[in-house]
């Protein structure tokens, strides 16, 4: 799982310092708005020929680390 999370990159000077693939100008952000849209990892993996498959596996594995650290607090109504 390591090995996957080390293909995601930050470089300030590249979309703003967002989570990236490997260096390359592909944004953890955008892979996962296209899953969520529906589009399949062939799709993409199609669409975006510098990617691989581990490259979609590694910004699920990221997403899933950043959900996980999250606290959810109950609110109570005043």
Known sequence: MENLLRR???NPEVLGGKPLIRGLRISVEMILELLAK?????EIL????DLEPDDLRAALLYAHH???GESVVDRVAA
């Not at 529906?38 to 062939?42: F, L, P, R, Y």
């Not at 199609?46 to 020929?49: G, L």
């Open 8 to 10: 995601i990159t930050f």
């Open 38 to 42: 529906g589009a399949t990892g062939q």
């Open 46 to 49: 199609e669409d975006y020929p």
């Open 66 to 68: 950043l959900v996980a």
